[in-house]
Every structure is written in structure tokens, then in C-alpha cells.
């Protein structure tokens, strides 16, 4: 599924737990305009965005499953996937 098919409402909430981060960057690489590294672990540059298929790569490419991407209004995981 893309980016706009995911999505039900408003937009999407990300979270980096801070506890599973390693700080590998493949998210600041993937989606450079939704994550960058500080200190060495990753954070979203803001927790709520518009649908992007990149915010997804970016969770599903992350090694540690530590980006998690939820619908704002239903709170349903929407990345990382299976």
C-alpha cells in the first residue's frame, strides 16, 4: 500500500523510542525532511506530518523497529509493518 491509501484522517503521529534507537541514520537518510540525529539517536523534526510513502521507508528500514508511524485519529500502527 502507499502513503495515501494508509492514512484515514488528518495526518500521521511519529515517535522514536529513545530505548530501541541506535542512531544508524538510515532514517535521516531515507527521510531527511521528517528525521535528523541528535546526539546520536534519531528524532522526528515533528511528531505530526502528512502522509509520506518516504516516513514509511523510513520505519520499515529502521534495524531496531524503533520508529513507530500511527494514524493521528485512530492511533492505528501504520509502520513499521509485518
Given amino acids: 500500500m502507499n502513503a495515501e491509501e494508509e492514512t484515514t484522517g488528518s495526518g500521521w503521529r511519529l515517535h522514536v523510542d529513545p530505548t530501541r534507537c541506535?542512531?544508524?541514520g538510515i532514517c535521516a537518510g531515507t527521510a531527511?525532511?521528517?528525521?535528523?540525529l541528535v546526539e546520536?539517536?534519531?528524532?522526528?523534526?515533528?511528531?505530526?506530518?502528512?502522509?509520506?510513502?518516504?516516513?514509511?521507508d523510513a520505519a520499515d528500514s529502521c534495524p531496531m523497529e524503533a520508529i513507530v508511524v500511527s494514524d493521528v485519529e485512530?492511533?492505528?500502527q501504520i509502520a513499521p509493518g509485518p
Fill in 22 to 24: 541506535i542512531g544508524s
Fill in 32 to 36: 531527511p525532511e521528517h528525521f535528523t
Fill in 40 to 56: 546520536g539517536l534519531s528524532r522526528p523534526l515533528a511528531e505530526q506530518v502528512t502522509p509520506a510513502q518516504e516516513v514509511i
Fill in 74 to 76: 485512530s492511533r492505528r
